[in-house]
């Protein structure tokens, strides 16, 4: 069975802080791991994803294969980071797995 | 550039009542999703579809029912609503191939009183 977990339900930090977000993930084959952000009154939207390996807004995530897990990563958080972040999985029957959501607050 | 559009943003509706939640899609993707999305629960997936006139169940299909009779429009239905539906539900659509992106729409806020 697929999974994504999010063990964090909250999450505040300071701005100019660093901010990781956890997501660790089961799967049988080779995953395709996504982070989806929405912002306030906006709808959901693709963050990055892990085949890109590019930064999106100053945030990267890594798969770590070994430890399972897509943590998403900013050195210095700012204000308008904050928003609803969701981890997912992809598999190959083009279904989406999403984690239950980190809150973000970066406090000014 | 909206490429999902949900036929509503709000939708209040009394329990019992048969609701239609739309949603359409631009893009010609093949697939196509429902979800409800509640806090501390994130999304959870209700139906899907494949192709025109194809459905899956999700994880959480009870009370509900899909129609896709176009590509492009993929419809749910509360056949009689009840309160503990009172969610976001959310539509996406994404193409089929390698695992792609998938595109959402801006969700219905249904209050079921």
């Known amino acids: 069975a697929q999974r994504v977990t999010q063990p964090e339900k909250l999450l505040s930090v300071f701005k100019g802080a660093p901010v990781e977000l956890k997501c660790n993930y089961s799967y049988s084959g080779s995953p395709e791991l996504f982070w989806y952000v929405q912002y306030s009154r906006q709808r959901l939207q693709l963050l990055l994803r892990h085949i890109s390996r590019e930064s999106i807004k100053g945030f990267t995530a890594d798969l770590n294969k070994g430890e399972t897990s897509f943590h998403l990563k900013k050195p210095f958080a700012q204000e308008e980071d904050s928003a609803m972040y969701y981890c997912?999985?992809?598999?190959?029957?083009?279904?989406?797995?999403f984690g239950t959501g980190t809150s973000l607050t970066v406090i000014p | 550039d909206v490429k999902v559009t949900q036929s509503s943003r709000y939708l209040v509706k009394r329990t019992g009542e048969k609701v239609f939640l739309e949603c359409v899609q631009d893009m010609d993707h093949e697939n196509m999703f429902w979800y409800r999305q509640d806090p501390g629960l994130g999304l959870r997936l209700i139906y899907f579809?494949?192709?025109?006139?194809?459905?899956e169940k999700g994880d959480i299909p009870e009370g509900y029912s899909v129609s896709r009779e176009k590509k492009e429009r993929f419809s749910l239905i509360l056949e009689s609503a009840s309160t503990n539906q009172t969610s976001m539900y959310l539509c996406?659509?994404?193409?089929?191939?390698?695992?792609?992106?998938?595109?959402f729409g801006q969700g219905t806020r249904l209050t079921v009183v």
């Open positions: 997912a999985l992809g598999d190959t029957g083009n279904q989406f797995y």
């Open positions: 996406a659509s994404t193409r089929t191939g390698a695992i792609t992106e998938a595109f």
């Open positions: 579809s494949y192709d025109v006139k194809m459905k």
